[in-house]
Each structure stands twice: as C-alpha cells, then as structure tokens.
C-alpha cells in the first residue's frame, strides 16, 4: 500500500459555497421568522395592545387629554398613603417569604434527589387550588370564632379571641402562603446549581460552617434572593384578593382603589392613570433594584 | 527563592533546609457504612515528612474514602490520623489544617484569584501585609503572578489546577491532599502538571497524599504508593518495587499489564518448575519456602518479552494471533500450543521485518523476569463482597 500525501491548494476556488447550502440557509432563515412572528404576534395582541390603550387611556377626560388624573393622584393624600400601604405590605411579605423560603429551599437543595422530587411538589400542591379556596380557609382559621383562637383560647394563652384577620396580619398570612411557592422555586434552583465541594473547600481552607455559609454559600445563592424576590414583590403589589378580603380599612392596596373606580365609580380613564401609575413605579423599582443587585444576577448571567 | 516557605518558625527546618512537612500516620483507618458496607478496612500507612503518597485504585477501592478521612469529610468507623504525633481523626474539618486540591478544583466562582487564595489566610485572621504577600510569593510559585485580579472562570483549567494549589500551599499546611486534580485536563496538559505538581512538592517539602486511579501518574508522581481495592491496601511501596515486584495479581494487573502464567510447583533435576496444567513447564527462580505440588502463579511483563533472536533463558514457540500497532511499540498477542496467551511488547525501532497473523514465532524471556505472585490471602478475600464507595457528591 502506497501512502497518500496531497499538496495544499492555497487557491479559494474550492472554498466555493454549494448552491444547495444557500438554499439551506434561506429555508432555516425563514422557518426562524415563522416562529418568531408567532411570538410576536402574541405579544403585540396580549401585551403591547392593551398596555398602550391602558396608558392611552390613563391621560384623557372626556375624550380629551389631560394630566388631571395624575395630579390628583399625587396631590390627594389618600393614593399616596394607599401606594405606600401597596409598597409597604409588598416588602414585608417579600421579607417574610425570603426568611421563610431561604431555609426551606436550602433544605429542599441538601436531601437526596429522590425526597427532592416529593418535597418540591409538596411545594408546588398550593399551586393546585383555586388561591380564592385558599384564602376562604385562612378565614376560616382565623377569624374570631376560628379554630386558631379556640385553640388559643382552650390552652390559655389568651381569654380573648386574638384579632388576626382584617388587619396586616391577615393580608400578610394569607399573601405569604400564596407567594411563598414564588421565593422557593428560583431559590432552589439557584442552590442546586451551587457545587457542595465549594463549602467542603471552604472548610478546609478553616471556614466554621457558618463562615463558609456566609462567605461562600450565600453570596452564590444571590442570584436566587434577587430573582425570588423580585418576582413576589411585583406579584405582591398587584394583589387583590388577599388584602380584600382579609386585610381591614388601613390595608387597602392599590389593585383595590382601580377596582373601585372601575366598579363603582365607572370613571375607567382615572383607574388606568392609577394602573399606570402602578406600572411606573413597579419599573423604577425594579430598575433601582437591578442597579443595586446588577441585572445580570436576577437574570442568572453571573454565576 | 521561596523564602516564605523555609522561614516558616512553626516547624523545624529539615536537613535540607527546607520547612518540613509533617509526618502523617494513618493506624488502621476504618469506614464502614450501614454496618455492612466496608468503604475503607484497617488503612494503615506511615508518611515520613515531605513524602509524596498516592493511593492508588480503581473507583470504589476506597482511596478516595480515605482522603476524606484526612480531610475530615468522612468520619472514621475507627482507627487514627496522626499529624506529628497527634490524633485528627474526629476533628471537624476547618480545624484540622490539612490543605486539599478537589477534583474540579472548588475554586470560589464570586472570588478573583487573590481572594481565592486569601481565603485561608483571612479565615485565619492574618494581617493585610502577610496576606498580601504571602497571596503573591505563593502565586509566583505556581506561576501565575499576573492573574491575582482575574476571576476563575477566567482561567484556563491548568491555570485554575495551579490557583487551587496555590490556595491549599497558602497558609503553609503541614499536609497537602489531592483528590484526582489532573482528571479533568487533556492529556498533553496533565503530563506537564504531574511534573509541575511533584516540583511544586519538592520544592515546599509538604507532605502530600495524592489520590488518583491513573498508574502511569502514580508511577511519575510518587515516592511511594498504596494499591488499594475494596478498601484495602493491597502493596504499599515505591513505583519500581511495584512495578517490578508486584505481590499479586491486583498489583500486577492493574499497575502496567502482566501476562499471567499459573500451575503448580514441581522440580525436575534440581531446577525448580512451573507446571501449567496442559503439562508445559518454565524453570523458575525465587521459589524458596515452598513445595513441591504447591499452586503458583507468575507475572510476566509483556515488554521482557522478545520475539528477537536474541539470547534467553526461556524459549516457547507459538503463532501470532493479533498483532496491535501504537507507534512506539507494537503488541502482539501469540498462541502458544498449550493454549496460554502471551502479549509481547516491542519497541518499533525500524529494524524489525514486518510480521504476519498466523505466523510462527518464538518467544524469549529470562528466568528473572518472572515474577512470583503471593497466594491470594484469605483476608483479602474477605473483601471482595466491600461495595464501591458512594459517589463523591459533583
């Protein structure tokens, strides 16, 4: 057998593309804007539509267009004590959710993959009922004559029935349940992606395990408390049903005020300058919050 | 040149003038797990101060069990870890000052080199000066001076095998472990490291125990190594004594590849004799102590093996049946009439005619170069039921 060595041809003319690869490129080209127009599409309808109409909307009386709307939303005190209320409940249910979610997912990363699967439905079951249900059942646990006070009240811890519903305490219970699931979920996923030899090294290089925890778990584990609580607390400053139900006078939220405008009041132009008003703030918030935490860690870009 | 490591005052200088490692005995180190299941039985290995140790083996011999016994990751059943003297076994692990290289390095990814390397120091509370230089002389051992600012992920995977070096060399630990840290690079890059490694060592005088389940490295590295299967050491010696002299067939087959000759004890004329049971007898040296109708087993290296003309001592004749070309050497398997199967490795010095399948050839060894295997011990039979250690947590 004679062995073959060729010549490298420094010429380009075999670097000729194929017509047929041409053709290739064009088809998958066109089968990406397919998908993408789908997507755009939906978006256009369901997003951009109806928040422009909103805010569209939000600067007209009458049919003619004004700022009045905003101004009396910043001049009367009552909206701006409702957009701090809003804000407030939205932090302390993001802090109560993180204090209470960061431990349980920290649990849910450390056990055997196959506990793992059971307890994160365990976590995801709330997800399965109406969160209407959900909050009816508070009610019943804790209004007056509920089973929280009887059971209060046959120990002897109290010989009053304990005022747990229409005020914070009732908003905060009942949105923390319904959002907990929403802290958990980015904090887990965050924590497993977290190489458990990265603390093993920490501890032998002389970290206790609260210092490796501190200087090496937690700051990893960022990530997961940026997106974690961002995502409660934009979903907490829209709730509705919780705080109408189960919150007092003093705890009325914004997402009320639109609906009383839009249901009682019938002035729709006013609701949507609030809605808008919600809207901006949401997005200074979070824009503040990203320059904080940096976008790319509520975005998982940074590891 | 790297006077941070000889100035070190905790510990005595050595003869050669370099801070000493410490002397590190493991006695009769033990892990079992649910009650059953023996991940590590009775370790016991005496490391003189500056030694470099590999345990050696396949997964689930228990190396890496024993590691982390070190470490203080795996806590033993029973038996003692002494550093100079005194018993670390139950201590918890950031108060055992033991450095580690883990096997993907466990570099901290929110961590620039230098804090990576500061770590250490910081967790130990020293000044911001001896940090600062001690984080510098270190990373011009490993030579990286210029990448104190970079972040990991930044690094190529041989400089991020140097950075965890160089964060478990930094606060002068008496004991240096490594759990498989060339696994994950190329092989070019992991010759060049097993050399850089064993200088880096040399250099420090640290006593290090390295854990690897690849020969050719244990064989570079080591000054000496422990053959562990099933949790038990099954050699503990130095590369040449293994290789040449391995004690059974674990050791011979798994450091090198052996061919392996088995039958009984005879003596013919005076000259003592392996006798396979096909009837084909080779003379034997080194046989002393045992007896006539004995069972006995020999390894045979492939490459004291010759299909050459030369002079020997052991002639056989067969017919090649495979004949496996790498370049440097070429294999070949040949036939022998009794039915053993011999694997000849020959160096390809270009002088050799080309050889066919089927061909008849002869084959020639010295007596010497047989090597008589110790009868398995029952002990170590005992562990052959010893399941493979749980999988290191990624």
Sequence with gaps: ?303 | MFSFFRSNGDRDLGPSGKAGGARLQLIDLTKVYDESVIAADKVSIDIEPGEFITLLGPSGSGKTTTLMMIAGFVIPTSGEVLVEGEDIAFRPPHKRNVGMVFQNYALFPHMTVAENVAFPLKMRSWSRADTENAVNEVLRLVRLPDHADRYPRQLSGGQQQRIALARALVFRPPVLLMDEPLGALDKKLREEMQLEIKHIQQETNITTVYVTHDQGEALTMSDRIAVMQDGWVEQLGSPTELYERPVNKFVADFIGESNFISGTLTTDEGTPKLKTESGWSVPLAGAEGRSDGDPIEVALRPERLSLGDRNAEVEVTGTIDEIIYFGETTKTRVNLPNGQQLVVKEQNLGTDREMQRGEEVTVRWNINDMVILRDDLPESAAHQEAEPEPAKTA
């Design chain 1, 1 to 303: 057998m004679a062995s073959i060595a060729r010549e490298r041809d420094p010429g380009s003319s075999h670097y000729q593309p194929d017509p047929r690869l041409q053709r290739l490129h064009r088809r998958q080209l066109l089968s990406h804007l397919g998908l993408l127009a789908l997507a755009v599409t939906l978006l256009a309808v369901l997003f951009v539509y109806p928040i422009s109409r909103i805010i569209y909307t939000s600067f007209l009386i009458d049919g003619s267009f004004s700022l009045d709307h905003y101004r009396r939303i910043i001049e009367v005190d009552a909206y701006i004590r409702v957009l701090r209320t809003t804000l407030t409940i939205g932090f302390q249910v993001t802090l109560i959710c993180l204090l209470l979610g960061y431990p349980l997912a920290y649990f849910l990363a450390s056990v055997p993959t196959r506990w793992q699967r059971i307890l994160i439905i365990l976590v995801l079951v709330p997800f399965w009922t109406s969160f209407l249900v959900r909050t009816y059942a508070w009610m019943v646990l804790l209004q007056r004559r509920g089973v929280v006070n009887d059971w209060l009240m046959s120990l002897g811890l109290t010989s009053e029935p304990v005022q747990m519903m229409y005020n914070r305490m009732g908003v905060l219970v009942g949105m923390v349940h319904v959002m907990l699931p929403f802290m958990v979920l980015p904090l887990f996923a965050v924590m497993i992606g977290i190489d458990r030899n990265l603390i093993r090294a920490a501890q032998n290089l002389g970290a206790s395990p609260f210092q490796a925890f501190r200087r090496v778990f937690l700051p990893l584990s960022l990530p997961g408390i940026a997106a974690g609580s961002i995502l409660v607390f934009i979903l907490s400053i829209g709730f509705y049903i919780t705080p109408a139900l189960m919150g007092g006078r003093q705890d009325t939220m914004i997402a009320q005020l639109i609906e009383a405008q839009v249901r009682d009041r019938l002035n729709w132009e006013f609701a949507t300058a609030i809605a808008t008003f919600l809207l901006i703030v949401t997005v200074i918030i979070v824009a503040v919050y990203n320059r904080i935490l940096g976008t790319e860690r509520v975005f998982g870009e940074d590891r």
